[in-house]
């Protein structure tokens, strides 16, 4: 009987089979459960809410029209309350009633109203801010004094956005507004433009502001490049140039100028301050910004 052997080399050869084998089948099952990785740009947009605060500002001035207008007489304070009811939750209605009595030396009528700003505390209540001022007439016995009377103050409204509305709290004081310092600029011209430029540039521009007020789109667009420039049509007399400032830009030259119209209808002075770009086209000065 015949023994059959296997050598080793066989052995050999079919353990290498069998591991090429698995590494392909174990890099085929990778491809398939792989997980595909990319690089994910989420894009977010911002949505601004237009908040129309019409019925807020409209409702806070008539309120304040009656809450700051009193005749110091019982049968006036007691149509002011009534109409205070239109405005006021009931606890706030008690709350004035005793704000002015009737022996008061005071006579006020509301003459401008201006809303400063109206902020969202949350969705149904706002801050509104406003500013007033009051004819105030005082009986001191002797005589009757006048005088006006400037003050703001901010109330808190609620409404249910579907045309309702109501005072939520009482004014409290606030601050007028005030005129912000604003600090002078001291200009000069470049001095690298030349005195022939300037003289170009000041003659074309008085030209230019003598014919503005009335003259027509088409002749203005000799003037200004691709007619960027809208017809005004007004009665204004070009009087001088007032002052002029070159500085180089760009493409040509930019000037701060200060113009000097009549105003035949007012009879008024008028000085307008203006600042263009200028650069020169076939040889000729044009305003190339828009006017």
């Given at each position: 009987?015949?023994?059959?052997?296997?050598?080793?080399?066989?052995?050999?050869?079919?353990?290498?089979?069998?591991?090429?084998?698995?590494?392909?089948?174990?890099?085929?099952?990778?491809?398939?459960?792989?997980?595909?990785?990319h690089?994910?740009?989420?894009?977010?947009?911002?949505?601004?809410?237009?908040?129309?605060?019409?019925?807020m500002?409209?409702?806070?001035?008539?309120?304040?029209?009656?809450?700051?207008s009193?005749?110091p007489?019982?049968?006036?304070?007691?149509?002011?309350?009534?109409?205070?009811?239109?405005?006021?939750?009931?606890?706030?209605?008690?709350?004035?009633?005793?704000?002015?009595?009737?022996?008061?030396?005071?006579?006020?009528?509301?003459?401008?109203?201006?809303?400063?700003?109206?902020?969202?505390?949350?969705?149904?209540?706002?801050?509104?801010?406003?500013?007033?001022?009051?004819?105030?007439?005082e009986?001191?016995g002797?005589?009757?004094?006048?005088?006006?009377?400037?003050?703001?103050?901010?109330?808190?409204?609620?409404?249910?956005?579907n045309?309702?509305?109501?005072?939520?709290s009482?004014?409290?004081?606030?601050?007028?507004?005030?005129?912000?310092a604003?600090?002078?600029?001291?200009?000069?011209?470049?001095?690298?433009?030349?005195?022939?430029?300037?003289?170009?540039?000041?003659?074309?521009?008085?030209?230019?502001?003598?014919?503005?007020?009335?003259?027509?789109?088409t002749?203005?667009?000799?003037?200004?490049?691709?007619?960027?420039?809208?017809?005004?049509?007004?009665?204004y007399?070009?009087?001088?140039?007032?002052?002029?400032?070159?500085?180089?830009?760009?493409?040509?030259v930019?000037?701060?100028?200060?113009?000097?119209?009549?105003?035949?209808?007012?009879?008024?002075?008028?000085?307008?301050?203006?600042?263009?770009?200028?650069q020169?086209?076939e040889?000729?000065w044009r305003?190339?910004?828009?006017?």
């Open positions: 009987m015949k023994t059959k052997k296997i050598g080793l080399r066989r052995k050999t050869t079919t353990g290498l089979w069998l591991l090429l084998i698995g590494s392909v089948l174990f890099g085929v099952y990778k491809n398939f459960t792989a997980i595909d990785q690089t994910i740009h989420e894009e977010k947009i911002i949505e601004t809410k237009v908040e129309d605060t019409h019925l500002t409209s409702f806070v001035e008539d309120f304040v029209k009656v809450y700051y009193w005749e007489n019982k049968e006036q304070l007691e149509k002011r309350n009534e109409q205070l009811k239109n405005y006021l939750p009931e606890h706030l209605q008690q709350l004035n009633q005793e704000m002015i009595r009737s022996d008061i030396p005071t006579k006020s009528t509301v003459t401008s109203i201006k809303i400063l700003n109206v902020t969202p505390i949350n969705e149904t209540d706002y801050s509104v801010r406003y500013a007033l001022k009051q004819a105030v007439e009986d001191t002797k005589k009757k004094e006048n005088r006006e009377v400037a003050s703001a103050f901010s109330v808190n409204v609620r409404t249910n956005h045309n309702q509305i109501s005072i939520l009482n004014p409290v004081l606030s601050a007028l507004p005030k005129k912000m604003i600090k002078e600029e001291l200009v000069q011209d470049d001095m690298s433009i030349d005195q022939e430029t300037k003289g170009d540039i000041k003659e074309f521009l008085s030209t230019f502001f003598k014919i503005y007020p009335t003259a027509k789109k002749e203005l667009g000799y003037y200004v490049k691709d007619q960027n420039i809208k017809e005004i049509n007004k009665s007399t070009f009087s001088e140039i007032q002052t002029i400032n070159y500085f180089k830009s760009k493409n040509g930019k000037v701060k100028v200060v113009v000097i119209y009549l105003d035949k209808e007012t009879k008024a002075i008028l000085p307008l301050e203006y600042e263009l770009e200028l020169k086209v040889s000729k305003i190339t910004n828009e006017f």
